[in-house]
């Protein structure tokens, strides 16, 4: 079940909507004056978007000189790079929203080293347990009332000849199908694919709102599956992978790819920029938006 580099391609940048890439001032915004940058980032949304946002949120990158800005409103996520020159690109595009209680069905590829038993099933569903708990001390340490994101999880076992290859973009929802599993029931579909002979990395496919992690492990780490190997995996899909189909992209800012999160909080919405005491992604009036 290898993928190609083409069809790696194909698949995430499916989601794209729109792109623009210009220039609005014949030169950018002073790093050194905060007030000069916010006021080029609403400059940009007005004339490119024609959207009012008075208090956006943004973060500066180091390892690409730019800002990167989002703003998360009508179930839609606009994602603007401003560039140290003046030029900046935007992107609009039509991501799951990260908040509330997001439905996953977990389809796992049961390879007979795997050994799949009540065991595997417990140790599997505590990761996911450990990744709702980043959400919920991400509230606590925030003061807020509630965790902004949880996931609900359903799990099935499907043999590796149940996965055609190459996935078609609806593929995995016509395996569920054929386990009559409603597509009301979930959100997104994530294939857990620990192909421990053949070891391959991860990709999300955001147009059709499903995942793929493979085995990941290097062979000094060994094939035992432990607590920790589990927590990677979890992470590898619930922050990482799905983290895309929220709309992120590496490059966003300069977090860890490793760290809880995956990127700055603030570029999710998880953050309450406009001080009205609630985070723009729950906010009826994000950003300060009328």
Request: aromatic share 14%.
């Amino acid at each position: 079940m290898k993928r190609s580099f083409f069809q790696f391609i194909i698949y995430t940048l499916a989601f794209i909507t729109f792109v623009f890439v210009g220039c609005v001032n014949d030169s950018g915004p002073d790093p050194s004056n905060p007030d000069e940058i916010e006021e080029f980032i609403v400059e940009t949304y007005k004339s490119k978007l024609g959207l009012e946002v008075p208090f956006p949120t943004y973060t500066y990158t180091e390892q690409n000189s730019r800002y990167t800005s989002t703003v998360y409103l009508n179930n839609t996520l606009h994602r603007l790079y401003v560039f140290e020159n003046g030029s900046v690109s935007l992107e609009t595009s039509f991501p799951i929203m990260p908040m509330g209680e997001i439905k996953v069905l977990n389809i796992i590829v049961d390879y007979p080293q795997l050994e799949i038993d009540d065991s595997f099933n417990s140790q599997w569903n505590s990761a996911i347990h450990s990744i709702n708990q980043d959400h919920i001390e991400y509230s606590e340490e925030n003061n807020l009332d509630a965790p902004i994101v949880q996931f609900s999880a359903m799990n099935i076992y499907v043999a590796p000849s149940e996965i055609p290859d190459p996935i078609p973009f609806d593929g995995l929802k016509s395996i569920a199908d054929s386990y009559d599993i409603n597509r009301s029931s979930y959100d997104l579909i994530a294939l857990i694919d620990l192909d421990q002979e053949n070891p391959s990395g991860g990709f999300a496919v955001r147009k059709n709102d499903w995942v793929k992690i493979g085995w990941f492990y290097s062979p000094d780490d060994g094939l035992e599956l432990d607590p920790e190997k589990f927590r990677g995996i979890a992470y590898a899909v619930y922050h990482h992978e799905i983290g895309h189909l929220f709309g992120w992209d590496h490059e966003w800012s300069d977090a860890e790819v490793g760290q809880i999160l995956i990127t700055e909080p603030a570029l999710f919405g998880w953050t309450d920029s406009d001080n009205d005491g609630v985070i723009e992604i729950n906010d009826s009036d994000p950003y300060g938006i009328q």
